[in-house]
């Protein structure tokens, strides 16, 4: 009897928890979204107007891309050194993680609390050259200058948001392990397959659009990539068509086919 009174008590506090944890969970997001609904008009007019990529993405994909930005806004503590803070910055950025992660499940890179917002380039360590961000352990860096230029310039196969949020993605999947996204992790071998054989190639010399500081390390190869894949689709699906394809089943987007059926409905 006391071992079917034990598994009886496990059982019901197991489904209790649940249940609780379930209700919980949706009565937190009821809550977000409330406070969404409040937000959603001033995120969509400033977003709409700096992330041109917004706008050729559908208003579905745009309704949770604005969503997932004010969840990560909502998330994060946002530091401004040297540089004085407007209510634009933490949005903004917000949005270029959104943007990186919206076909992932784990979109929140939980493990970083704190951004620092910088005004220009910066130094950083023992490197004789400036920074124009960077991703360690304490947070995630970003010069406001050059931020700003990165989003509003296109096709130039540059945007130092993206460029440090894939560091931040890379690193709470494979350094802390904290924000593992299971689809990301396991897709990210089959993407190496592709990309090492091309990175080493462009150590041994080879040009490609992605740029010499691409060969700098794979980590770097990663991170412009991702540059490349959002600001310069086209031109990347056309001259390194397997690691195009490589990078929009790791992601789940895919901004050329976004700017074709824009364009279309132009």
């Known amino acids: 009897m006391e071992i079917v009174f034990i598994c009886l008590l496990v059982f019901c506090t197991v489904f209790t928890f649940d249940f609780l944890h379930g209700r919980l969970q949706k009565f937190f997001l009821y809550r977000r979204r409330q406070g969404f609904e409040q937000h959603e008009t001033y995120f ?3 977003i709409s107007s700096n992330i041109r990529y917004f706008n050729k993405v559908d208003l579905e994909t745009q309704h949770k891309w604005l969503f997932r930005t004010y969840l990560f806004y909502r998330s994060k503590k946002f530091h401004y050194v040297g540089v004085e803070k407007t209510d634009e910055m933490p949005i903004l950025i917000s949005a270029t993680a959104a943007q990186l992660t919206l076909g992932l499940e784990n979109f929140s890179l939980n493990y970083f609390h704190d951004i620092y917002v910088l005004q220009h380039d910066y130094h950083y360590g023992y490197y004789s050259l400036p920074f124009m961000g960077h991703v360690d352990s304490s947070g995630i860096y970003l010069s406001w200058d050059n931020f700003l230029q990165g989003i509003r310039s296109a096709h130039d196969s540059s ?72 600001e310069n ?32 409905a132009a």
């Open 44 to 46: 969509r007019s400033l």
């Open 159 to 230: 945007n130092v948001g993206l460029h440090e949020m894939a560091h931040a993605l890379a690193y709470v999947n494979f350094i802390t392990k904290t924000d593992e996204d299971k689809h990301f992790k396991k897709e990210f071998h089959q993407y190496s397959k592709v990309a090492r054989p091309v990175y080493q190639d462009m150590q041994r010399g080879r040009k490609t659009i992605l740029g010499d500081y691409a060969a700098t390390n794979y980590h770097e190869f990663w991170a412009v990539s991702v540059e490349v894949f959002f």
């Open 233 to 264: 689709p086209v031109r990347m699906r056309h001259e390194l068509p397997e690691l195009y394809a490589a990078m929009a089943r790791l992601l789940k987007q895919d901004p050329h086919k976004v700017l074709v059926t824009s364009l279309a």
